[in-house]
């Protein structure tokens, strides 16, 4: 679950204090930092955190010093365009859309990015599942192994590249599943998978 500017202040400020000091910060020492005049308003941060899954926060009261962060906060994010879904078991048309997703920095590299939603199994086997969300990097082009999303009869899948002597083959990973075969000119790389991100419920 996302987090306010204020919730990632608070997250941040915990994690930072226990990479410095081994152990997570008193509520003094939070209300100090912050400003705040009340523990009770530590106490609701904290507990807001860990509904979303950031910290565990200890069982006993007389832990006070035992808090747990799960998942650290990234100072820096990136949003990119979710363009629509696109199929893993055979191609169907990506549908623009003006929904936005986070994606982490460590995805990212130099270029332009785009995400898309992936609808069917045939790449499971290189850990790439329904649902999942995929992050491109846009290139026209791609070394034999890498996975690209490709553009066939103005439709969209994503698979496995490799360029052979008269033909292109694009390869599911999925063991029953058959390759496309192309001709170079009749299709088009529109960029290559960089990341893949899932969301639990």
């Given at each position: ?12 400020y915990i994690?930072?204090y ?7 910060p008193?509520?003094?020492e939070?209300?100090s ?8 308003t530590?106490?609701?941060?904290l507990?807001t955190l860990?509904?979303?899954g950031?910290?565990?926060l200890?069982?006993?009261?007389n832990?006070k010093?035992a808090?747990e962060?799960?998942s650290?906060?990234e100072t820096r ?5 979710l363009?629509?879904r ?5 191609p169907i048309?990506a549908?623009e ?9 460590s995805?990212i590299g130099?270029g332009?990015?785009?995400?898309l939603q992936?609808?069917?199994?045939s790449?499971k086997e290189?850990?790439i599942?329904d649902?999942?969300f995929i992050v491109?990097r ?5 070394e034999?192994?890498e996975?690209?999303v490709?553009l066939?009869?103005?439709e ?9 002597k008269?033909?292109v ?5 999925h063991?029953g599943?058959?390759?496309i075969i ?6 088009r ?6 990341g ?6």
């Open positions: 679950m996302k987090l306010t500017e204020k919730q990632k202040a608070f997250l941040g994690s930072r226990m990479e410095d000091w081994g152990r997570s008193s509520f003094e939070i209300c930092h912050f400003g705040f005049t009340s523990y009770n530590v106490t609701t941060y507990k860990e509904r979303k950031y910290i565990r200890p069982r006993k009261k832990q010093r808090i962060v799960i650290p906060v994010r990136f949003e990119f365009p363009l629509g696109v199929a893993a078991g055979k048309e549908v859309d003006m929904d936005v997703i986070e994606v982490p920095p995805m130099q332009d990015h785009f995400v992936v609808k069917g199994d790449m290189d850990g599942l649902g999942d491109v846009k290139q026209p082009t791609a034999n192994g996975t690209v490709a066939i009869n103005d969209v899948t994503i698979k496995k590249y490799y360029k052979r008269n033909y083959e694009l390869r599911p990973a063991t599943m058959e390759p192309v001709k170079q000119g009749d299709f790389i529109d960029g290559r998978i960089v893949v991100m899932r969301h639990y419920k």
